[in-house]
Structures are given as C-alpha cells and as structure tokens.
Nanobody
Framework: VQLQASGGGLVQAGGSLRLSCAAS????????IAWYRQAPGKQRELVAG???????NYADSVMGRFTISRDNAKNTMYLQMNSLKPEDTAVYYC???????????????????WGQGTQVTVSS
C-alpha cells in the first residue's frame, strides 16, 4: 500500500497547479487526508486537510487560493493551487490515514501513510 503524489512543477507567480495523490494496494478506504509542504531550511507545515467527517481546514497562508478535495471512489486526493506565490515554493507531501488489507494475514489495518513528495517551484 502506498501513496503516489504527482502534479508538481515550475510555474510563474499567479499561475496554477493541481496536485494529485493516489492510494494503491488492497485499499478498503481512506479516513483523514492532508497536504503538507516543506520549504528549504524550514519545518514541514500543514497546508490543508479534510477529516473523515468532512471538516476542512487550511493554513492561513493559502486560504482562498488553495482547495483540497477527494474522490473516494478513486482513493485519490487533490490540491488545487491558484494564485501561486514564490513563497509557495516547497516540496509538497500528501498524507492519509488508510484502511487496507494486510498482505501478511488479510486483516484490516489502519495506517497513516506519506506520499513521496512532489516539487512545486513558483518563479517571480
């Protein structure tokens, strides 16, 4: 079971990017999801998250510009990023609490997983 992030790249300030993160494996479902980012020399920070109950929260710095969403049927989460700024430059990581069937004994397991990260670079 793994999370695979994609969609990063180089964009000019004011532009848009859409990140995707797909869970693969013997997935039963996904609970809480979130996107984090880590800029060079800085700590990883929460960008946006959706709880299993549907509550959504955003970092103040991205409020009104970024939108987090999920497609439960596809076990995929998204981060639509608009009006990008140079300070949004970072490696973006997806994080999800995934319910899956163990390859070892087939038992239903709950585990918080990280994607591999995707680079977002915003030029001024």
């Amino acid at each position: 079971v793994q999370l695979q992030a994609s969609g990063g790249g180089l964009v000019q300030a004011g532009g848009s990017l859409r990140l995707s993160c797909a869970a693969s494996g013997r997935i039963s479902g996904i609970n809480d999801i979130a996107w984090y980012r880590q800029a060079p020399g800085k700590q990883r920070e929460l960008v946006a998250g959706i709880s299993w109950g549907g509550s959504i929260n955003y970092a103040d710095s991205v409020m009104g510009r970024f939108t987090i969403s999920r497609d439960n049927a596809k076990n995929t989460m998204y981060l639509q990023m608009n009006s990008l700024k140079p300070e949004d430059t970072a490696v973006y990581y997806c994080n999800a609490e995934v319910r899956y069937y163990s390859d070892y004994d087939g038992s239903l397991t709950l585990h918080k997983l990280w994607g591999q990260g995707t680079q977002v670079t915003v030029s001024s």
